[in-house]
């Protein structure tokens, strides 16, 4: 048996389609290994999100509603996740990678005295579970052998559950957080403003490296991208160099996706950068080096300047589309 609790994201009053994922791994978990797949939602006034989250085939649903909660910290969401994962019998405590559980679940993970497993791919029958190393190169079978396993679960190898009718039993969970007490205060969330898609939730996403040789250049890619309907990506070497934010970075220090279309422009295609899109559907590479490495992922491949190859391409979607 192998009860798991799933900890949903959500930002004004939506469930983040991510948690879908993590969702999806539930259900397979405990398909495989029997016991009951619960999720968790914390925060304030989140009754919405509760109501979302019932959707999901999950028995119960943990709502820890309190003003303390409000905003998220670490440490008083750690200590509460904990508290909600002993209610539930959890044996596996799961979320999505996101930059949030990439900072929660390792408290979570302390706080439980379990062994935890980063970005997995896959399940195996006898329980262990698949995760990339080195970039993405090899794939290991990961046992974790303490009684609580936590686990985050990588959004593009899980496909999204399914929403279904309310169904999950809501279960309060105690909220004993003393804010005062934590090493940490909520000082202001910012949120970056964009017309365009989420990157980890795009169709399509353009993306850019130190080829574009500046932010001027990164505009061009912008329009195609605004042409398309798609959101805007980069590689660490962008980023480092300040043209764009790093909120834009795909990699392995970055964000994993694997959208249908993935247009790479002046990407010479590192490991690092592979690590994070190679799983797309399709591939387009536009460089000039026609030895560049991003050649091999590459379904389609256009040895070009990027400054003429990307206007005309965005001439030619111009004209399809009038
Ligand atoms: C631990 C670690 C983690 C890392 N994590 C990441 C990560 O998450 N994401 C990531 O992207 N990188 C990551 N990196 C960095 C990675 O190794 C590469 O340095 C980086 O991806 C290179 O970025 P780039 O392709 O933009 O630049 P470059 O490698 O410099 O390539 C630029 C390319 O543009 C082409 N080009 C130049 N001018 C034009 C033009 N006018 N038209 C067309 N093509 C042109 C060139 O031929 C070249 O192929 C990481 C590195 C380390 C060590």
Redesign the pocket.
């Known amino acids: 048996m192998g009860n798991v609790l799933v900890i949903a994201e959500h930002r004004d009053g939506q469930l983040k389609k991510a948690s879908l994922s993590a969702f999806a791994f539930a259900k397979k978990y405990v398909q495989k290994q029997g016991g009951e797949f619960s999720i968790l939602v914390m925060g304030h006034n989140v009754g919405a999100v509760a109501d979302a989250a019932s959707c999901f085939g999950a028995a119960k649903v943990f709502v820890a509603d309190h003003a303390d909660l409000a905003n998220y910290l670490a440490e008083s969401y750690a200590a509460v996740a904990a508290q909600a994962a002993k209610d539930a019998g959890a044996q596996v405590v799961a979320a999505t990678t996101t930059t949030q559980a990439k900072d929660l679940l390792p408290r979570v993970a302390a706080k439980l005295e379990a062994g935890m497993a980063s970005d997995i791919v896959g399940l195996l029958d006898n329980g262990w579970f698949l995760r990339p190393v080195w970039?993405g190169s090899a794939v290991v079978e990961v046992e974790i052998s303490t009684p609580v396993k936590v686990v985050t679960v990588r959004q593009t190898e899980f496909e999204a559950a399914p929403k279904g009718a309310a169904g999950g039993q809501k279960v309060p969970v105690n909220v004993a957080v003393n804010l005062g007490a934590l090493r940490k205060r909520f000082e202001k969330f910012e949120v970056i403003k964009s017309e365009r898609p989420e990157l980890t939730d795009a169709r399509v996403i353009v993306s850019?490296?130190?080829?574009?040789?500046g932010a001027d250049?990164f505009k061009l890619l912008e329009g195609l991208a605004d042409l398309l309907g798609a959101a805007v990506g980069?590689?660490?070497?962008?980023?480092d160099a300040g043209w764009v934010p790093n909120d834009l970075?795909?990699?392995?220090?970055?964000k994993v996706v694997a959208p249908e279309l993935y247009i790479a422009?002046?990407?010479?295609?590192?490991?690092?950068?592979l690590?994070?899109m190679k799983s797309s559907k399709v591939i387009v590479a536009?460089?000039?080096?026609p030895e560049?490495?991003?050649f091999n992922v590459a379904d389609y491949g256009l040895v070009?300047?990027?400054?003429?190859?990307v206007p005309e391409m965005a001439e030619e979607i111009k004209k399809a589309k009038a």
């Open positions: 970039a850019g490296g130190r080829g574009t040789k250049g980069a590689t660490r070497a962008a980023v970075q795909v990699g392995q220090t970055g422009a002046g990407v010479s295609g590192a490991i690092q950068h690590a994070g536009i460089n000039k080096d560049a490495p991003i070009a300047d990027l400054f003429k190859a």
